[in-house]
Protein backbone atom coordinates (compact mmCIF):
# COMPACT_ATOMS: atom_id res chain seq x y z
CA UNK A 1 0.00 0.00 0.00
CA UNK A 2 2.91 2.51 1.04
CA UNK A 3 4.57 1.65 -2.44
CA UNK A 4 1.35 2.27 -4.42
CA UNK A 5 0.61 5.66 -2.52
CA UNK A 6 4.20 6.22 -3.33
CA UNK A 7 4.16 5.73 -7.04
CA UNK A 8 1.21 7.80 -7.07
CA UNK A 9 2.28 10.54 -5.25
CA UNK A 10 4.73 10.39 -7.88
CA UNK A 11 2.94 9.88 -10.65
CA UNK A 12 1.37 13.17 -9.97
CA UNK A 13 3.63 15.15 -8.86
CA UNK A 14 5.99 14.98 -11.90
CA UNK A 15 2.44 15.87 -14.01
CA UNK A 16 1.74 18.78 -11.70
CA UNK A 17 5.73 19.71 -12.42
CA UNK A 18 5.36 19.27 -16.44
CA UNK A 19 2.30 21.07 -16.42
CA UNK A 20 4.02 24.14 -14.47
CA UNK A 21 7.09 24.40 -16.87
CA UNK A 22 4.98 25.52 -19.88
CA UNK A 23 3.70 28.56 -17.97
CA UNK A 24 6.65 29.43 -16.12
CA UNK A 25 8.44 29.39 -19.64
CA UNK A 26 6.05 31.66 -21.36
CA UNK A 27 6.01 34.42 -18.30
CA UNK A 28 9.82 34.50 -18.43
CA UNK A 29 9.45 35.10 -22.37
CA UNK A 30 7.19 37.94 -22.15
CA UNK A 31 9.36 39.40 -19.24
CA UNK A 32 12.25 39.50 -21.54
CA UNK A 33 10.03 40.76 -24.74
CA UNK A 34 8.63 43.47 -22.68
CA UNK A 35 12.37 44.34 -21.30
CA UNK A 36 13.42 45.31 -24.61
CA UNK A 37 10.64 48.17 -25.12
CA UNK A 38 12.11 51.84 -25.68
CA UNK A 39 10.96 53.69 -23.18
CA UNK A 40 10.80 51.85 -20.37
CA UNK A 41 11.03 53.45 -16.71
CA UNK A 42 14.05 52.49 -14.43
CA UNK A 43 11.64 51.33 -12.03
CA UNK A 44 9.60 49.37 -13.91
CA UNK A 45 12.64 47.74 -15.54
CA UNK A 46 14.01 47.54 -11.93
CA UNK A 47 10.53 45.70 -10.80
CA UNK A 48 10.50 43.16 -14.40
CA UNK A 49 14.16 42.47 -13.79
CA UNK A 50 14.11 41.00 -9.95
CA UNK A 51 10.46 39.01 -11.16
CA UNK A 52 12.67 37.38 -14.12
CA UNK A 53 15.46 36.62 -11.62
CA UNK A 54 12.85 34.83 -9.60
CA UNK A 55 11.44 33.09 -11.96
CA UNK A 56 14.63 31.59 -13.01
CA UNK A 57 15.06 30.44 -9.45
CA UNK A 58 11.66 28.93 -9.88
CA UNK A 59 12.72 27.05 -12.87
CA UNK A 60 15.90 25.80 -11.56
CA UNK A 61 13.80 24.47 -8.44
CA UNK A 62 11.40 22.88 -10.32
CA UNK A 63 13.79 21.36 -12.42
CA UNK A 64 15.89 19.75 -9.99
CA UNK A 65 12.81 19.07 -8.14
CA UNK A 66 12.17 16.65 -11.62
CA UNK A 67 15.35 15.41 -11.21
CA UNK A 68 15.04 14.21 -8.17
CA UNK A 69 11.84 12.26 -8.52
CA UNK A 70 13.57 10.80 -11.81
CA UNK A 71 16.16 9.34 -9.92
CA UNK A 72 14.49 8.10 -6.81
CA UNK A 73 11.55 6.68 -9.56
CA UNK A 74 13.54 5.37 -11.94
CA UNK A 75 14.65 2.14 -9.81
CA UNK A 76 16.25 -0.47 -11.84
CA UNK A 77 15.71 0.92 -15.71
CA UNK A 78 18.12 4.02 -15.17
CA UNK A 79 20.43 3.33 -18.41
CA UNK A 80 24.38 2.06 -16.90
CA UNK A 81 27.61 1.95 -18.47
CA UNK A 82 31.57 1.83 -17.10
CA UNK A 83 32.16 5.63 -15.84
CA UNK A 84 35.68 6.25 -15.03
CA UNK A 85 34.84 8.41 -11.95
CA UNK A 86 38.42 9.59 -11.59
CA UNK A 87 38.36 10.82 -14.66
CA UNK A 88 34.91 12.36 -14.41
CA UNK A 89 36.23 14.40 -11.32
CA UNK A 90 39.26 15.48 -12.85
CA UNK A 91 37.50 16.82 -15.71
CA UNK A 92 34.87 18.83 -13.62
CA UNK A 93 37.62 19.99 -11.59
CA UNK A 94 39.37 21.70 -14.45
CA UNK A 95 35.78 23.07 -15.56
CA UNK A 96 34.93 24.67 -12.29
CA UNK A 97 38.67 26.08 -11.19
CA UNK A 98 38.11 29.24 -12.92
CA UNK A 99 34.89 29.77 -10.84
CA UNK A 100 36.74 29.27 -7.79
CA UNK A 101 39.71 31.35 -8.80
CA UNK A 102 37.70 34.04 -8.82
CA UNK A 103 36.97 34.10 -5.06
CA UNK A 104 40.55 33.04 -4.75
CA UNK A 105 39.22 29.48 -3.82
CA UNK A 106 41.81 26.65 -4.11
CA UNK A 107 39.85 23.99 -6.28
CA UNK A 108 42.47 20.77 -6.25
CA UNK A 109 42.00 16.88 -7.63
CA UNK A 110 43.55 14.02 -5.82
CA UNK A 111 43.87 10.02 -6.09
CA UNK A 112 43.18 7.49 -8.63
CA UNK A 113 44.47 7.95 -11.88
CA UNK A 114 41.23 5.54 -12.84
CA UNK A 115 38.23 4.20 -10.90
CA UNK A 116 35.74 2.88 -12.82
CA UNK A 117 32.00 2.15 -11.40
CA UNK A 118 28.91 0.80 -13.11
CA UNK A 119 26.45 3.81 -13.23
CA UNK A 120 24.86 6.60 -15.16
CA UNK A 121 27.22 9.08 -16.53
CA UNK A 122 25.01 11.94 -16.58
CA UNK A 123 23.81 11.38 -13.57
CA UNK A 124 27.04 10.95 -11.37
CA UNK A 125 28.10 14.30 -13.40
CA UNK A 126 25.02 15.74 -11.35
CA UNK A 127 26.56 14.51 -8.28
CA UNK A 128 30.03 16.09 -8.75
CA UNK A 129 27.99 19.26 -10.08
CA UNK A 130 26.48 19.52 -7.46
CA UNK A 131 28.66 19.25 -4.49
CA UNK A 132 31.65 21.32 -6.48
CA UNK A 133 29.21 24.29 -6.75
CA UNK A 134 28.04 23.97 -3.12
CA UNK A 135 31.15 23.99 -1.87
CA UNK A 136 32.53 27.16 -3.95
CA UNK A 137 29.00 28.34 -2.84
CA UNK A 138 29.80 27.91 1.18
CA UNK A 139 33.73 28.23 1.12
CA UNK A 140 35.04 31.84 1.85
CA UNK A 141 37.47 33.42 -0.37
CA UNK A 142 40.57 32.22 -0.04
CA UNK A 143 39.58 28.76 0.82
CA UNK A 144 40.06 25.50 -0.42
CA UNK A 145 38.13 22.48 -1.80
CA UNK A 146 39.88 18.91 -2.73
CA UNK A 147 37.73 16.73 -4.80
CA UNK A 148 39.56 12.97 -4.73
CA UNK A 149 37.96 9.42 -5.85
CA UNK A 150 39.82 6.30 -4.84
CA UNK A 151 39.70 2.62 -5.87
CA UNK A 152 38.93 0.76 -2.55
CA UNK A 153 38.81 -2.98 -2.83
CA UNK A 154 35.23 -2.78 -2.90
CA UNK A 155 33.83 0.39 -3.51
CA UNK A 156 34.67 3.46 -5.16
CA UNK A 157 34.78 6.28 -2.70
CA UNK A 158 34.01 9.75 -4.49
CA UNK A 159 34.99 12.65 -1.83
CA UNK A 160 34.42 16.39 -2.06
CA UNK A 161 36.57 18.02 1.32
CA UNK A 162 36.30 21.67 2.14
CA UNK A 163 37.41 24.21 4.60
CA UNK A 164 34.10 26.05 5.22
CA UNK A 165 31.82 26.23 7.80
CA UNK A 166 30.96 22.96 8.02
CA UNK A 167 27.76 21.06 9.06
CA UNK A 168 26.65 20.35 12.61
CA UNK A 169 26.53 16.76 13.82
CA UNK A 170 22.71 16.88 14.67
CA UNK A 171 22.24 18.52 11.28
CA UNK A 172 24.27 16.02 8.43
CA UNK A 173 21.16 13.68 8.52
CA UNK A 174 18.22 15.80 7.80
CA UNK A 175 20.21 18.83 5.43
CA UNK A 176 20.22 15.31 3.03
CA UNK A 177 16.29 15.89 2.95
CA UNK A 178 14.84 18.18 0.33
CA UNK A 179 14.41 21.73 1.11
CA UNK A 180 15.92 21.68 4.14
CA UNK A 181 18.37 24.62 5.08
CA UNK A 182 20.28 25.67 7.73
CA UNK A 183 19.25 28.86 9.31
CA UNK A 184 22.89 30.53 9.44
CA UNK A 185 22.09 30.03 5.19
CA UNK A 186 18.85 31.48 4.58
CA UNK A 187 20.18 34.57 3.20
CA UNK A 188 22.21 32.73 0.45
CA UNK A 189 20.37 31.64 -3.09
CA UNK A 190 19.43 28.54 -3.18
CA UNK A 191 16.25 26.27 -2.92
CA UNK A 192 17.76 23.48 -0.02
CA UNK A 193 17.69 20.69 -3.23
CA UNK A 194 21.87 20.39 -4.19
CA UNK A 195 22.85 17.75 -1.17
CA UNK A 196 19.32 15.56 -1.70
CA UNK A 197 19.60 15.28 -5.20
CA UNK A 198 23.10 13.73 -4.20
CA UNK A 199 21.66 11.36 -1.99
CA UNK A 200 18.93 10.96 -4.27
CA UNK A 201 21.34 9.58 -7.17
CA UNK A 202 24.37 7.98 -4.76
CA UNK A 203 20.59 5.79 -3.61
CA UNK A 204 19.78 4.77 -7.07
CA UNK A 205 23.19 3.57 -7.16
CA UNK A 206 23.20 1.09 -4.30
CA UNK A 207 25.79 3.81 -3.14
CA UNK A 208 25.56 5.49 0.28
CA UNK A 209 26.33 8.66 1.41
CA UNK A 210 27.86 10.16 4.44
CA UNK A 211 28.94 13.95 5.81
CA UNK A 212 31.99 13.82 8.04
CA UNK A 213 33.63 16.85 9.65
CA UNK A 214 36.88 18.34 8.09
CA UNK A 215 37.92 19.94 11.04
CA UNK A 216 37.07 22.69 9.55
CA UNK A 217 34.99 22.49 7.28
CA UNK A 218 32.70 19.26 5.57
CA UNK A 219 33.29 16.52 4.00
CA UNK A 220 31.06 14.59 1.99
CA UNK A 221 31.84 10.90 1.34
CA UNK A 222 30.00 8.68 -1.52
CA UNK A 223 30.95 4.83 -1.72
CA UNK A 224 29.85 3.59 -5.11
CA UNK A 225 30.22 -0.10 -6.26
CA UNK A 226 33.21 -1.11 -7.99
CA UNK A 227 32.89 -2.27 -11.81
CA UNK A 228 33.35 -6.34 -11.65
CA UNK A 229 36.56 -7.70 -14.01
Known amino acids: TIELQTDMLRTTFDSAAHDLRGPLYRARVRIEESLQHEGLS ?18 RTLGTLLQIAQAEGRGRDVPTESVDLAALARELVELYRPEAATREITLEYRGSDAAATRGNSQLLAQVLVNLIE ?23 VLQVADNGPGIPAADRQRILQPFVRLERDREQVGSGLGLSLVAAVVRLHRGSIELLDNNPGLIVRCRLGKESG
Open 42 to 59: EDARGTMEATLAELERVQ
Open 134 to 156: NAIKYVSQGGRIEVSVAAEPEAI
